[in-house]
């Protein structure tokens, strides 16, 4: 045989590579075989079925745990038992939310023997979920799965959008804003909102109300199937805040990158800052840390990491997406220190508004809110004291006779600033408004640009040291402080922002000059 015969035999490095490919996979498919008893039992658990497959959907990236992912499987498995039906879970980015919900319907439908099982999953964005939905088709058909759970696909109904079994199970997955139609023993909502939109009042009311209207309809049986969510916070009334307000029994296991010893709630109370969770009455999770500070996933995300992350966030941002506390504990765009108390104003000219935000309502929706301010002095030496500010959930008639006796005890010197709603009915109202209060000044105007864009000016005043709250040292006289500058330093995320609107535009009204309506009727004294 010629050297150039023997050379054309040998084989192409693709060959070679296939051969090897062959000879792993078979040595796998024995190592498999043999230890198949230890595998299932590791697979007992969640967290023991991730690291065996963990390498399927992973394959360039070790399996990095610790006891925030146990915790997680750890509240998962409880629903399979049974034991939990409505789960909540607002984590940071990064804590393989996504993935973990892939694992858990393989893990029910194989080693927990539920093939059963329906599955309705979604997030806010479709690309999203249906990348998921591929991933657990994936995981499912892969020959490491199937030599330990053989669970058949059916091939009339195995697209990357909705795939069964032949055990009526099924996976289907739809993107948050197309929930209606399907029905599951499993709803898993992966993110309802979108870093982009939940700031957005309108779509995040659309989310709201698609979770209120949508959500809870789409269960197979009210009495036994689950609703998981698992989210970031973005804002004070996202999904996650509704439901937990709703109280139909949602057990809530919330995790903030750092441990705070204390947190501030969205209500504005100090509660302690270790999470706990109960099932059936008895404590069934408490938050390890204890030192304030410590990290929630050191074994991913190392101090110096998340130092970084910390940074490049800001301080709201970091606050509703890692610390699952959508306002920051300085404040969004406010910090409580900003605000020096007084007990006097110093001498100087001086002008005073008393600006209202009007929610109108009585029993629920958003207070109105009556908030005083005074400017002393003009121009860059001008000073700023908040010195009174009103707030209840009023009926309009309510609202009219609050307006009325405030107005009265602040005397004609103070300017009352009101709102304008926009359109025929907003000038009407404003109008009756007015003719309640005859002897006094009444400013009003439509309001233009965002919440936060009016507001802006007041937080740079406050940051450069120009506005203080006059405290009189009688609590019950002073009893306001404490609740509006709850409301500032919790703005923009907090549930209720009617004192900063006021408060901004009484700020605007004295500092900028406003071109407003002016409304002065006198007295019949006066007439």
């Given amino acids: 045989m010629s050297s150039s015969a023997s050379f ?60 925030a992912l146990r915790a997680m499987c750890k509240h998962l498995e409880a629903v399979t038992a049974g034991r939990i039906q409505f789960l909540l879970m607002t984590v940071p980015p990064g804590m393989m939310k996504s993935l973990l919900l892939v694992f858990w319907t393989a893990w029910e439908w194989g080693p927990k023997a539920r093939p059963d099982l329906q599955t309705l999953a979604t997030s806010y964005s479709q690309a999203n979920v249906l990348r998921d939905n591929l991933k657990l088709r994936r995981l499912v058909e892969s020959d490491r799965y199937q030599a330990l759970w053989p669970i058949q696909l059916r091939a009339d109904q195995n697209a990357k959008g909705k795939f069964e079994n032949t055990e009526n199970g ?13 029905r599951g023993d499993r709803v898993k909502v992966d993110d309802p909102h979108s870093t982009e939109t939940a700031e957005s009042d309108t779509e995040r009311a659309n989310a709201v109300r698609i979770f209120r209207e949508g959500i809870s309809d789409r269960l197979n049986d009210v009495t036994t199937s689950a609703i998981v969510i698992i989210m970031q916070r973005l804002h004070a009334k996202d999904v996650a805040a509704v439901a937990l307000e709703l109280d ?68 709201y941002a970091w606050a509703g997406q890692y610390q699952q506390r959508p306002s920051p504990r300085d404040g969004g765009i406010f910090r409580r220190e900003w605000f020096k108390p007084v007990s006097v104003m110093p001498a100087g000219p001086k002008r005073t508004v008393r600006a209202w935000d009007v929610g109108a309502t009585e029993g629920g929706g958003d207070p109105s809110a009556g908030v005083r301010c005074t400017q002393v002095g003009y121009g860059e030496e001008a000073t700023y004291y908040f010195t009174d500010a009103k707030v209840g959930q009023w009926s309009p008639a309510q609202f009219e006779a609050q307006l009325k006796l405030t107005a009265a005890a602040d005397t004609t010197e103070v300017t009352v600033r009101l709102p304008q709603d926009p359109g025929a009915a907003g000038k009407g109202y404003v109008q009756t408004l007015v003719k309640k209060l005859p002897g006094y000044t009444v400013r009003y105007e439509q309001p233009t640009g965002s919440k936060l864009t009016r507001a802006t000016a007041l937080a740079t005043q406050a940051e450069a040291g120009n506005v203080f709250i006059l405290t009189t040292g009688d609590p019950m006289r002073d009893a306001w402080i404490e609740p509006f500058l709850d409301e500032l330093c919790t703005f923009p995320s907090a549930a209720h922002d009617d004192q900063v609107d006021a408060a901004a535009d009484a700020f605007n009204e004295l500092a900028l000059g406003q071109t407003s309506t002016v409304a002065l009727f006198l007295s019949k004294r006066n007439r």
């Avoid at 991730?50 to 360039?60: F, Y």
């Avoid at 804003?177 to 399907?182: D, R």
């Avoid at 441990?259 to 069934?284: M, N, P, S």
Wanted: glycine share 10%.
């Fill in 170 to 182: 099924f996976s289907e997955a739809r993107p948050f804003s197309s929930m209606t139609g399907g």
């Fill in 8 to 67: 054309v035999d040998l084989p192409t490095l693709e060959e070679i590579r296939a051969e090897r490919a062959r000879r792993k996979a078979e040595a796998d498919r024995k190592r498999l075989i043999e230890h198949q008893g230890e595998i299932r039992a590791r697979c007992d658990s969640l967290h023991g079925f991730i690291g065996e497959h963990w390498s399927i959907l992973e394959p360039k990236r070790p399996f990095k745990s610790g006891w």
């Fill in 248 to 315: 139909i029994g949602f057990v809530h296991l919330n995790l903030p990158m750092e441990f705070e010893a204390e947190r501030i709630g969205e209500d504005g109370k100090v509660t302690g800052g270790a999470c706990r969770t109960y099932v059936d009455g008895e404590l069934f999770f408490e938050d390890p840390r204890t030192e304030e500070g410590e990290l929630l996933f050191p074994e991913r995300f190392p101090a110096a990491e998340v130092a970084k992350l910390k940074k490049a966030k800001g301080s």
